[in-house]
């Protein structure tokens, strides 16, 4: 009889030949958030609020309440987020094979030290297949660039003291490609949004939202721990709420490796 694949997986993870690696900020009230310019208005971050805690409001349990926007912490973007979507998935309409597939991850973590408004290209990419082969089908391509340790701090994060953030991620065209000739069905970033920090005055305005998730694709934000994933192989699990008419999701995200 043929191997059965789930089987498969189960023995490697029990064997330990596959290792499971958390790529998800821990998510707090001190957890960085995206600030926009006047007049827009901002989400709040993560306040949470106690309903009791092994005292007379609940004397065997605790619980607490949450608010919260939808995109804060290391959160998904639905293609409904922006304008060019909205007539596309929100949260709750995301296909399950969209969200446990394979993923590579594009180092450059050097370049985005010496330069944080480093921008990733299309002849990037193509450098990065012919070193590892084809970008993969269905697949997520991740960006590492070492923004996950300045998750601690939200101005070395944020990186916005001159005036206007500053953090790396993909140039225009870049965009358009992921978006309209990529096999991919989404994107992720250690930084706080999808875009670069420079974003907002390209054109269009943050073009990795307009052109992915115009294209009925995703992203994913504020990853942490890509130094420990390979170039290719990982599988890739993010894990949503199942949010009716969420433009966003905070998430826990995992990714499945053999281990070496």
């Given amino acids: 009889m043929p191997e059965n694949p789930v089987a498969s997986l189960i023995e490697a993870l029990a064997g330990g030949g596959v290792e499971v690696i958390d790529l998800t900020q821990p998510l707090n009230e001190r957890t960085p958030v995206i600030q926009l310019p006047e007049p827009f208005v901002n989400t709040p971050g993560l306040k949470a609020h106690e309903i009791s ?53 594009v180092d450059r973590s050097a370049e985005s030290a010496e330069d944080p408004d480093y921008l990733l290209t299309v ?14 089908e269905g697949g997520w391509l991740l960006l590492r660039t070492g923004w996950d340790a300045r998750a601690h701090d939200e101005a070395a994060f944020l990186n916005a003291s001159s005036g206007s953030p500053r953090s790396p991620g993909f140039d225009t065209e870049c965009a358009r490609w992921l978006a309209e000739e990529s096999p991919l069905i989404g994107v992720g970033v250690e930084t706080v949004g999808i875009d670069a920090g420079a974003a907002g005055g390209f054109d ?28 290719t192989g990982s599988l890739l699990v993010v894990a949503p ?4 008419d969420g433009t966003g999701s905070p998430v826990r995200v995992f990714a499945l490796v053999p281990r070496n």
């Avoid at 005292?55 to 349990?61: E, L, Q, V, Y």
């Avoid at 639905?78 to 969209?98: F, N």
């Avoid at 002849?123 to 993969?136: K, M, S």
């Fill in 123 to 136: 002849d990037d990419i193509r450098a990065f297949e012919a070193e590892h082969g084809p970008l993969p």
């Fill in 241 to 244: 709420l199942k949010l009716t």
């Fill in 53 to 105: 805690h092994y005292d007379d409001r609940g004397p065997a349990w605790a619980w607490r309440w949450l608010e919260i926007g939808e995109h804060v912490g290391t959160h998904l973007d639905a293609p409904i987020h922006w304008i060019s979507g909205r007539e596309s998935l929100d949260v709750s309409e995301i296909p399950p094979h969209h969200l446990v597939a394979p993923a590579v991850v």
């Fill in 204 to 231: 269009p305005p943050f073009p990795v939202h307009y052109f992915v998730l115009g294209a009925g694709k995703y992203g994913v934000t504020q990853l942490a721990n890509l130094g420990s994933l390979p170039p």
